[in-house]
């Protein structure tokens, strides 16, 4: 399943498509059941039911869930038609027959459909019915390309997709990345043709015949004073980048040293290129010291490496990364950029800011938890707190990774989830009523001042 992907529901309207609907969202880690109450069963399992089939998927479909529907295609198309409006902007939508027999997806093909309707037909042991052409005829998908890709001119796509379904010959020039994903294809390339397709790292201009892919491979590297202007960091990146004929689309990710984690002229540098911002300790940087082009003493006494953004920079394109912009510097920034001989996988580059949400659910009724609150619990990967509290979250808390502990634990709790947040991960610390006057805000940053931690200060806690 494609990694920017939400979890599916699987979506069953009688109780003959819930044992069906079990073995689907068995296929999918993180998928959730859902089901038509009045059609329900006494004492059936699932996450979750609903009364109106349409508002249901009304409601699936605005929030960009993906959804299975154990049902007749027609009952999917008449309830979503007149929401339908940019397919750029729909979710994965599939139908699956009640006896498994045809999985078919109706919206969304390159946008996740196609892949689940593939992994669902092997686990059925039927076939896919897949209609979009350039799926069919050569197993791409210009419009879809791997996680971290992006399309310089995306427009481009559709014409190059048409012409090689219409025979016509398109040429691929491969220039940085590993582009296997279309080289394997079944696609008969010419040596120079009209239409092209690029693969680079370069800036490159609007072209109607052209279709720029940009592969993540390039690793921005950077340092800062502490407090430093945002707008100068952002500025000495784009134009290290500019002059060196750079694309910021090919900018896999923004890294710098464990200490920057909480610097939000590195952040706001990430949130502009629209790419993560990724951070290792001054012990893996300084093991890259004799690979610098500019290694600084003065730097190696403050921080403990010697080198931030040049190290940053090769440290994340990887041990065959090659440095192609050394050191840059402007009055209180630095920017460096390595490229990688493959693609640049931001989740295995050191680490990510930590992020320790405090979140009060209330009474314990969904229905009377804030949207901020409900927000907060979905996008944490780590749950921490008292045991019937979590239980509280019922399908809020499916898919999360557990860490339940009785009353009377709530500093080992705190401990716990500030020890998850440093280490990169997302965490929701729960609590009953409203955090901040009954519950464990205060003992948060009461633990974080008394312990004087390093890790635990670069934590973003809300």
Known sequence: MTTTMMSPVVVVLGQGGLVLGQRLCAVLPGARLHALKSRLAAGAVVDDTFADTAAHLHRLFADKIPIIGVC??????????????DKQQEPPVLAVAHDGSSVVPLLGGHHGANELARTLAGALGVTAAITTAGDLRFGLALDEPPPHWRAGH?????NIMAALVDGRPVTLKVEAGDAGWIETAHVPFADDAALTIRVTDKAAPVDPHTLVLHPPVLALGVGCA????????????????????????????????????DEPAVHALAARLGVPARFLPAVT?????????????????????HGVAEASALAAAGSDGELIVAKIKSGQATCAVARATGTIDPARVGCARGHLHVVGIGPGAPGWRTP?????????????????YLDLLGEAAAGKIRHDSPLGEETERVRTALDLAASGESVALICSGDPGIYALASLVFETVERHSRPDWGRIEIT
Do not use: W
């Open 226 to 261: 502490r407090a430093a202007s945002a707008k100068e960091l952002e500025a000495l990146a784009f134009s290290t980048l500019s002059e060196a004929g750079l694309s910021p689309q090919a900018v896999a990710c923004v890294v710098s040293v464990d200490v920057k984690a």
């Open 285 to 305: 940087l300084e093991a890259l010291t004799p690979r610098l082009k500019n290694p600084s003493e003065t730097v190696f006494r403050e921080v403990g490496c």
């Open 72 to 85: 007749a295609a027609g009952i999917l198309i008449r309830a979503l038609a007149p929401m339908l409006a």
């Open 372 to 388: 901020e609150a409900t927000a907060a619990v979905t996008g944490a990967r780590h749950l921490v707190g008292y045991d019937l």
């Open 154 to 158: 995306p427009l481009a796509a559709k």
